[in-house]
Nanobody, 126 residues
Framework: QAQLVETGGGVVQPGGSLRLSCAAS????????MGWFRQAPGKERSFVAA????????YYVDEVKGRFTISRDIAENTVFLQMNSLKFEDTAVYYC???????????????????WGQGTQVTVSS
């Protein structure tokens, strides 16, 4: 069993930046493919970004491409989501997730991830 803890959320003005961190502990002897998802009020949880075990391959949902960057520090068992040029519509609870079984090519599906953090609130407000 792996435990994931997200930090770094907060309130930011439009155009601002935040950096989310996801620290993994527990059964993490080898790095897992990881992802970030978000859930806005009244909406379903949706895919934001994903990174493979090595950190070399990344994926993004179209609306965050060019603004968000996912990365990982394998030695520290931590995954990051750097969010720049934030917009009102980025407001959501952000969750990190681990896929110990691998993605099976389906990195955007929440069902491919077995471990989830508790979430961190990101609010973009003027």
């Amino acid at each position: 069993q792996a435990q994931l803890v997200e930090t770094g959320g907060g309130v930011v003005q439009p155009g601002g930046s935040l950096r989310l961190s996801c620290a993994a502990s527990g059964r993490t002897s080898s790095p897992y493919p990881m992802g970030w998802f978000r859930q806005a009020p009244g909406k379903e949880r949706s895919f934001v970004a994903a990174v493979d075990k090595s950190g070399d391959i990344t994926y993004y949902v179209d609306e965050v491409k060019g603004r968000f960057t996912i990365s990982r520090d394998i030695a520290e068992n931590t995954v990051f989501l750097q969010m720049n040029s934030l917009k009102f519509e980025d407001t959501a609870v952000y969750y990190c997730a681990a896929a110990p079984r691998g993605w099976g090519g389906l990195w955007t599906l929440a069902s491919q991830y077995d471990y989830w953090g508790q979430g961190t609130q990101v609010t973009v407000s003027s």
